[in-house]
């Protein structure tokens, strides 16, 4: 059998994970609640800094780990995201994610406030598209929960 462990801050990752629950069947659980029991796990995480929380504990738990979804807003780093926490040919899905500043408690508020200071410093020294997006991003939140991707990485699963 396999499980579904996920890690979330404000609800994403999980909202993704108890989805994948119900179209496959596979059990679910936070991270901190899993025993590891199954045969092996579909890991859902947030991304932080480009880093898939948890994902590294896990691995380092032994689990064998069928399939990774990266819940994120910045869709463009997909790739890196997947280099720097996936070995090559492990399944790897970005799951656009949800971002509200007003969620953000304790060290990942001050981590928020630091961020849109660095990406505002960078806008006016080279003004692009690009980097006001991302500054919007933050600053005015998103939600990009996608249906769509989730049943991209179902299907897959079932293959
Ligand atoms: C401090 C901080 C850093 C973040 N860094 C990234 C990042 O590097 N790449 C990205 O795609 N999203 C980043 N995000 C956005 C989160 O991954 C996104 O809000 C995600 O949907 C959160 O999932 P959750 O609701 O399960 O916690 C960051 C969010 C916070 C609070």
Known sequence: MTAIVY???TGTAKRYAEA???KTGW???AADKYAGTADDA???GWVLGGEIQGL???RESGAAIRAVGA???LAQEADKVREKNCPA???FFFLPGAFDVKKQKGLYKLMCGMLVKAIKAKVKDSPDKEGEKILSIFENGVDLY????LQEMADSLNN
Do not use: T
Not at 146 to 149: C, F, L, M, V
């Open 20 to 22: 994948l629950a119900e």
């Open 56 to 58: 590294k504990k896990l």
């Open 146 to 149: 996608s249906e769509e991707a």
């Open 42 to 44: 579909v890991f859902l």
């Open 27 to 29: 059990p679910c659980f």
């Open 89 to 91: 040919g492990e399944p």
């Open 7 to 9: 890690v979330s801050n």
């Open 71 to 73: 819940v994120g807003v």
